[in-house]
């Protein structure tokens, strides 16, 4: 077992609320300044920075885990992780059909850029991704699991987005082994209230700008032997689902 200082859902400049100097080149060198090891990009209803991401994390030895923020129709954020960047892309494909129809205003809503790993601009994203999808809470679990990929309700401590402030609690029928905390010192309190002693939890930043990024302070213990980045990737996504 080894151990991987984390954080799981980081916004670069594809979504319009972080910061443009949140490109995957600059997220990468941050995390590694702080001292992580394990790292997702999970930008609102895209993985489109995700190739750049990896290429990036790898320059920093750092392992990458290809990701978004789902926002369901109920307005729920989750965060969406997957073993490989293949799989990742092909559930981003599929989430475009059910991102609303309009457009992004940059004035209004800020930039959402597509870059490569030395920042260069590609080209932008044109829908709002801020926006709900037209995918419900159910809809989007099967989705995800269709895809390989693993789930969990995203900040559930904050009071917007989150699935306990939108819908009183984290409903057992839907099966999540795991929830996120923004703050982790809400943790026990929060899981007595809910009854959800049995889920794992992770800590995580959702930074939009780089220096609210995690220091190396949360880890996760995972069995990486004989090691590679693929079969951490795999032992997360295995560590999330059971």
Do not use: W
Not at 59 to 72: D, H, N
Not at 118 to 135: F, G, S
């Amino acid at each position: 077992m080894s151990r991987y200082y984390y954080d799981l859902h980081i916004h670069s400049c594809l979504s319009p609320c972080a910061d443009d100097d949140m490109t995957p080149a600059n997220i990468a060198g941050m995390a590694s300044l702080k001292g992580l090891t394990l790292l997702a990009l999970t930008d609102h209803n895209s993985c489109r920075n995700c190739p750049a991401f990896f290429e990036a994390c790898k320059a920093f030895g750092i392992v990458p885990v290809p990701g978004m923020e789902l926002t369901t129709a109920e307005d729920i954020h989750l965060v969406v992780l997957f073993p490989t960047l293949e799989q990742a892309m092909e559930f981003d494909r599929e989430i475009h059909g059910h991102i609303l129809p309009i457009r992004n205003r940059p004035d209004i809503f800020g930039n959402q850029r597509i870059v490569d790993s030395d920042d260069n601009l590609l080209e932008e994203e044109d829908l709002l991704l801020i926006n709900a999808t037209d995918l419900d809470v159910d809809s989007a679990i099967a989705l995800v699991r269709r895809y390989g990929g693993a789930l969990y309700p995203a900040h559930i401590d904050r009071p917007s987005n989150g699935m306990i402030a939108i819908l009183g609690t984290v409903p057992a029928e839907y099966g999540f082994s795991c929830v996120e905390f923004n703050d982790i010192s809400h943790r026990d309190a929060i899981l007595a209230e809910h009854g959800l002693q049995r889920c794992k939890t992770l800590c995580s930043s959702d930074a939009h700008d780089l220096g609210r990024i995690n220091e190396a302070e949360h880890f996760i213990e995972l069995e990486d032997e004989p090691y590679s980045s693929a079969l951490v990737r795999r032992r997360l996504i295995e560590h999330l689902t059971l």
